[in-house]
């Protein structure tokens, strides 16, 4: 059953990896569109199965503290592309963050 876990962190976290990626390419473009709503969507349900991730590993006799680490990192991160993405700020704060995160 542990393996099987193990599989779907791996799972999740590839997901939240990929999403790096497409958030370069797209909501870094001229006009990103509707893909701002869209990655809005998937950010939280990625931290609504990263937290259902992390209730298991919070279980007192669950054997991976490293695991438990990991979860919690990756929650961290989507936390911050919530906010980096989604946060009302004026568009030279915006810019000046983009420019900081994928110069």
Known sequence: MLRNFHAAVDDWDEVCSALGAWETRILT???????KEQHRGWVAELLSWGQLLQRVVEH???PDQALGARINARLRHL???????????TPTEEARII????A
């Open 60 to 62: 007192a006799k669950f």
């Open 99 to 102: 420019q900081a995160a994928f």
């Open 29 to 35: 473009s001229d006009n990103p569109g509707s893909a």
């Open 79 to 89: 936390q911050d592309k919530l906010a980096l993405w989604h946060l009302d700020m």
